[in-house]
């Protein structure tokens, strides 16, 4: 039983058998065209622009506001890695900042603090780049009025979060730009894509521009600059588009699974659920954080146990300031991500899991816990 695994069946068939047989099987096509302008009217932005990732959607993001060599870009310390490397593509230098420890996404007032600081020293910060964790938006109502008085951009990196909301708004349209993922583990997929979502026009014909290897409109193959092999297919976008039909519905079931979990770890002492009260997460993963000294284990201990039956867990994000790849990169931190990657663990969440298999992992949780403390199963 893995993860996030992808939830496809006969809607997703019929839509790439469709597109196989109009006959647009190159990379562009009225699929493409179709997912684009469903994607943005399911965020409400403007407009769109599908791509091969959402590290690509993020970088074209960076370049869209104005990033470059000598900027400074800050970033969450626990993330994936690609919203640090595609900080590092457009030749800028991440700095990284600490999380809120009961929701794991960016602990605002600390970045309020960073960006004083980096302001004192006279950095040019290119952008604030906020990752909406495990799709529970960051809280933008505090975030966004201190990047404006700063006068620094905003590029969202909701690759986690389609579908999430935050105040009745949909992630993805908090910033200057927004950068979604349909990665095969996400809560909706693509195979493996992105999409750039924005309000502002000319960033996204730019982004465009930049997806197609930067090509001129003329006859022949004319290029003024660098650009990228970036966009989306239209048989990917065909997929795309039945995934969307049924967001909701998979939104739902990680839902009503995140709450069968909340019921289980209820009773224990020293286990909590990271955003369990934020009504408007896409719920993408359920993460505990287990304090061992109140539990009397370890989330270590529960992954060993579900692993010897086959049932995939992971640790949350190794923060990016313990990673080689970014070892003596600046941060400001408070040790939050460092805690939540010591106690932190996603259980598995997909949208795609049977009832017998939900059945399975919750008696494993609970097997695993009337070991530790048989008072909790009477």
């Not at 058998?17 to 109009?22: E, F, G, M, P, V």
């Not at 099987?25 to 791509?51: C, K, Q």
């Not at 009397?296 to 190794?318: F, Y």
């Amino acid at each position: 039983m893995y993860l996030s695994a992808p939830d496809v069946g006969p809607l997703e068939e019929s839509y790439l058998i469709a597109a196989l047989r109009s006959g647009w099987v190159a990379p562009t096509g009225p699929d493409l065209e179709a997912f684009e302008s469903e994607v943005s009217a399911r965020v409400g932005t403007r407009g769109a622009v599908a791509v091969s990732s959402g590290t690509a959607a993020l970088h074209l993001a960076l370049l869209g506001v104005g990033v470059g060599p000598g900027d400074v870009v800050v970033v969450p310390t626990l993330t994936f890695v690609a919203t640090a490397n595609a900080v590092r593509y457009t030749g800028a230098r991440p700095v990284f900042v600490d999380c809120d420890v009961r929701t794991g996404n960016v602990d605002v007032p600390l970045l309020a603090e960073l960006l004083r600081q980096l302001r004192r020293r006279g950095e040019r910060v290119g952008a604030v780049v906020p990752v909406d964790m495990f799709g529970t938006c960051v809280d933008y109502t505090a975030l966004l009025p201190i990047c404006a008085e700063a006068e620094v951009p905003v590029v969202e990196d909701a690759a986690e979060a389609l579908g999430a909301m935050h105040q009745g708004r949909a992630a993805g349209s908090f910033g200057q730009a927004g950068a979604l993922s349909f990665n095969g583990n996400k809560i909706m997929t693509t195979s493996g894509g992105g999409m750039l979502v924005s309000d502002d026009v000319s960033l996204l014909a730019r982004a465009r521009h930049l997806a197609t290897q930067a090509r001129e409109a003329t006859p022949h193959y004319e290029h003024l600059e660098t650009g990228y092999n970036y966009r989306l297919s239209n048989l990917l976008a065909a997929l795309g588009r039945a995934q969307l039909v049924r967001l909701s519905g998979m939104i739902g079931r990680r839902r009503q699974l995140r709450d069968r979990y909340a019921k289980l770890f209820a009773p224990v002492p020293g286990v909590e659920l990271l955003g369990s009260e934020d009504e408007q997460s896409n719920c993408w993963l359920t993460v505990i954080r287990v304090h061992p000294g109140r539990a009397g284990w370890r989330a270590a201990d529960l992954a060993a146990h579900l692993r010897n039956q086959e049932i995939e867990t992971r640790p949350v994000w190794k923060p990016m300031h313990r990673q080689p790849a970014y070892a003596g990169s600046e941060s400001l931190l408070t040790g939050a991500a460092d805690e939540l990657f010591a106690e932190g663990l996603t259980l598995p969440s997909s949208s795609a899991l049977t009832e017998r298999q939900i059945t399975t992992v919750l008696g494993a949780i609970d097997e695993f816990l009337a070991t530790r403390a048989p008072a909790l199963s009477a």
